[in-house]
């Protein structure tokens, strides 16, 4: 039998007394449980007591409050809180299994998601922030390590870049980790949830997640080429209608900024050989060696292709190329990531 959510006397005030409590599995960050409160089903999460616990629950909190203004939803809406717990009570959606063509929902509320905020809203989460220096370090050790040489034009772009991404101009709601898993499929549609790591900034930064494959999530995933632009378009039309203006730009940098940032076969790059290509990726506990070089394998081809007709990444895309050839090549039963979600 599950430990009761902590429930005070002010939500217990405003909401009522839980009833029907059953815990849901969660990440080792939270608590999670299904309950009633005067009939009504909902969802309690308490953020687990760290280091970084109070700024979860104020960045989780402040975005919700901002989701709040879409409509229709896309977030459940928060029906009550308590800070001294660090404890959200929301409303229940339930859940319904997604359908094949997920991925345009999914995108199609992630713009209205991200159109949410105003420049006005400054100030309210954290601004997004992107690869740096080390990452650069950290993917040049790998390329390295993968027996490529890397010309120094390749370092200039991928300096020109961090400097882009670091200045790249919005205001959007991102979420901060919207991958499989924290979307909620319903009858009006796709709802977010867990938005511990919620910021401001370009939301192209996110649209990116379709293409690059989900570069935050566990199960990466890789949809089939006519979903794939599909889903961006209704990301674009949906910004449009919110709007009134186009998304500006293409995902090139976008892209390349995931591919920087990648998971820790990059980090471990930089201890100097590639034998740490074989150890399991830190970051998140369920990953494996194949899926996380599944991954990476899928990040350099989508950047290769992406920068194959030259522009400011051009010889960036070649060592991208030069090093899944290399990785194959060490690793010959590799396999293209799934293009269904599991």
């Not at 217990?12 to 089903?41: D, F, I, K, N, Q």
């Not at 209205?112 to 220096?133: C, I």
């Amino acid at each position: 039998m599950c430990a009761p959510p902590p429930f005070g006397e002010k939500l217990r005030a405003e909401l009522g007394s839980p009833r029907r409590v059953r815990g849901l599995e969660s990440s080792p960050r939270s608590r999670v449980w299904r309950a009633e409160l005067s009939g009504t089903p909902v969802v309690v999460k308490q953020l687990v007591e760290g280091p970084e616990a109070a700024g979860r629950y104020a960045r989780e909190v402040a975005a919700l409050r901002l989701a709040s203004r879409v409509d229709p939803p896309v977030a459940p809406r928060l029906l009550g809180t308590d800070p001294d717990e660090r404890v959200l009570v929301l409303e229940d959606l339930g859940d319904q299994p997604p359908a094949d063509d997920w991925v345009i929902g999914y995108a199609e509320a992630l713009a209205r998601l991200h159109a949410a905020t105003t420049p006005d809203d400054v100030g309210l989460l954290p601004v997004w922030s992107g690869p740096t220096k080390d990452d650069i370090g950290s993917f040049l050790g790998l390329a390295r390590a993968l027996g490529r040489t890397v010309p120094s034009a390749v370092r200039t772009e991928l300096d020109d870049l961090v400097n882009r991404l670091t200045h790249a101009p919005g205001h959007a709601l991102l979420h901060g980790d919207p991958c499989p898993g924290n979307d909620i499929h319903t009858g009006s549609g796709v709802r977010f949830i867990d938005f511990e790591q919620a910021a401001l900034g370009n939301g192209l930064m996110e649209l990116a997640y379709v293409r690059i494959g989900f570069p935050t999530c566990w199960c990466a995933t890789a949809p089939a080429q006519p979903l794939l632009d599909a889903a961006e378009a209704a990301y674009r039309t949906a910004w449009r209608r919110a709007t009134g203006a186009d998304v500006q730009d293409d995902l090139t940098d976008a892209c390349a900024g995931w591919l920087l940032r990648g998971d820790a076969l990059v980090e471990r790059a930089r201890r100097g050989t590639a034998d740490h290509l074989s150890k399991v990726p830190h970051g998140d506990w369920r990953w494996g060696t194949a899926t996380a070089r599944q991954r990476l394998v899928h990040r350099l081809g989508i950047v290769g292709r992406m920068t194959a007709n030259g522009g400011e990444l051009e010889h960036l895309g070649r060592l991208a190329e030069a090093m899944r050839g290399a990785m194959l090549t060490r690793w010959p039963a590799l396999r293209p990531l799934p293009s269904r979600r599991p």
